[in-house]
Structures are given as structure tokens and as C-alpha cells.
């Protein structure tokens, strides 16, 4: 199992980085959405998860998973984005857009988890 971990800040990279190691994955990192997208064009395996933060420099969260939602290599892979509440009304538009389930910092891995356990990437 294969994970993509995409926000701007290092130190939530690694929080989310080890609440999902734990479940099993395997986790590949980006800082930004055009990151991501290198990242994910030169993985050989499409993640079964992208955890992406909205707010991030270059593309953020929103573009990231409209541009992801746009290519059918993509259409298998579940989408949590990670807001802040200041994001939080965006979060219908995110959910239109594709996006499987969302989840509002601050969080703890158990609110991670049962994310994951709702799109059936975790045990419950
Ligand atoms: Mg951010």
C-alpha cells in the first residue's frame, strides 16, 4: 500500500508520514502541489491514498486535486484533504470536486485513522 503525503510544512509531513507508516504504507512526500505531481508522475505505483494539505505555495490542496481528478490514471485514488477551519467552507466545493473525506487540523492519529477506516483504507 502506497500513500502520497502533500503539505508545506516538514514537521506535518512526518506526523502524517508516521500515523500512516503505522497503518502499513508506504509514503511517498511532497512540499507543494506541483511537487506532488512530479512525484506522483514518476511513481510507478498509484497511491491507494493522497492526505493533501490546502494551503501550500505553488498549487495548493484545491488545484492539486482538481488537477489529479483530470487524468484517469488517478480516478482510483482516494482523496482526504487536510484544512484548517479558516478552509473549512471551501470543503463542499472540495467534495464536488472529488475529494473522499476531509479532515481539520489540529487532529490526533486516531482521527487519521478513522478517516482512512471510512474510505476503507484502515481497519476500523
Ligand atoms: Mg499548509
Redesign the pocket.
Known amino acids: 500500500m502506497l500513500a502520497l503525503v502533500v503539505?508545506?510544512?516538514r514537521a506535518?509531513r512526518s506526523i502524517v508520514k508516521k500515523i500512516v507508516a503505522a497503518e502499513g504504507y508506504a509514503v511517498l512526500e511532497a512540499g507543494d502541489g506541483v511537487a506532488a505531481l512530479a512525484v506522483l508522475d514518476a511513481s510507478a505505483e498509484v497511491p491507494s491514498v493522497a492526505l493533501l494539505?490546502?494551503?501550500?505555495p505553488e498549487m495548493n490542496g484545491f488545484d492539486l486535486l482538481q488537477a489529479v481528478r483530470a487524468q484517469p490514471r488517478y480516478s482510483a485514488m482516494r482523496v482526504v484533504m487536510i484544512t484548517t477551519e479558516t478552509e473549512l467552507e471551501f470543503m463542499g466545493r472540495a467534495l464536488e470536486a472529488g475529494a473522499d473525506e476531509y479532515l481539520m487540523k489540529p487532529f490526533d492519529g486516531a482521527a487519521l485513522r478513522g478517516k482512512l477506516a471510512l474510505i476503507g483504507l484502515a481497519a476500523a
Open positions: 503539505d508545506d510544512s506535518m494539505d490546502w494551503n501550500m
